[in-house]
């Protein structure tokens, strides 16, 4: 790694102690509850633990507005963010890539960059933005905050943490805003994550289209403008960390598993609650079938399409697929619970450090997991899941 990858990997280690102490407070316990499960499985989709694999979403979370102020305190898909996750004992971190019109992976979720004055920005695709110039958008001063040339955003509204995003309040915000965390840090590239991170922590790597949802089909040119650079840097620089790919578009998960057979590819699906012209990813269902066509490892699928239809655990175990979910209801631990009874693998959290600081209480109490004051109240309220016949108790010891 550069002079400069080091800095970064020193000032990220450094940020989660200045930034998140309760996080870091928490970390041993959280590892010795996780650490069985570690010895035994070398990839996280054959996970065998109390609780699912915990992955962070972005990080420790996207940014969202919550009680008017966004959260979580760092910049998501940022590696002071990656190392925060890692810090408070996530086995994994999602994130999106994408790639800029000079062939860089960078990362990054949104379809387009918004910067300037929030009420007129400026806005612009990935992939009309060199590298150089996309990293320019989230240079920061020497005091760590946001420079005058700062992105903007329409942020969500999420939940009150620790709902776990139930009460359908995750929606739209009336007016973008200035994109400054408390913990802010640079838009990064692929390659400096590899370089950056500690190399246990594994990455599920969402290759991220722009495309617009009525676009049924995507054009292999762009399918392979996009597949290439990446695999190319996941080979240069990916060593012996553990790489699970996926994306919402099959076309392209088709492409990753034909190019490569060394890391995982897995079907994304939102289960029909996101609306597109392509009838493969209108279901849960539909999402299994294309998994199996194509030979996936399995699918990642909203979490809360499969509340409504817990059958799917069943039908992806017994079709031979993994099954890993995200969505605001993770931040449930109720749900999450509920999640490994159904035989899913791992789930992909936003509310990291609410969740930490449940386990963390049970930790502290001793004893069973099941045990705990808490999780008793959790497990006696969850519902009964008639599709989840693949019922195991949750009863590894803290």
Sequence with gaps: ASAASAASAASAASAVHMVAPAVVEQQHLTAAMLKPALQQNRSFLDWQGALPALGGHRGMGANVLRNGNLAPAWRENTIRSFQAAAASGATFVEFDVQVTADGVPVIWHDNLVEYGDPARPTQCAVADLTAAEFQALGSLSASGKCQQLAVVRRFRRAAPAGAGGLDGTDVPAAARQRWCCEADDGFPTLEQLFSSLPPQLAFNIEVKMATP??????????????????????????????????????????????????????????????????????????????????????VVVDSGALRMWPEAAERARSSGLKLLTYGLENDSIEWVLCQQRMGVTGVIVDDMQGLMAVLGRAGREGGGFEQHSAMQQVLAAMPGMSGARNARVVSAVV
């Design 213 to 298: 949802d009525e676009l049924a089909v995507t054009p292999e040119s762009e399918i392979q403008r996009m597949v290439g650079p990446i695999l190319e840097v996941v080979g240069r620089y990916g060593g012996d960390r553990q790489v699970v790919f996926s994306c919402f578009d099959p076309d392209v998960c088709r492409a990753l598993r034909a190019a490569q057979q060394q890391h995982s590819v897995m079907f994304l699906s939102t289960g029909g609650r996101d609306w597109h012209a392509d009838p493969r990813r209108m279901s849960i269902a539909a999402a299994i079938d294309e998994a199996c066509h194509h030979a996936l490892s399995g």
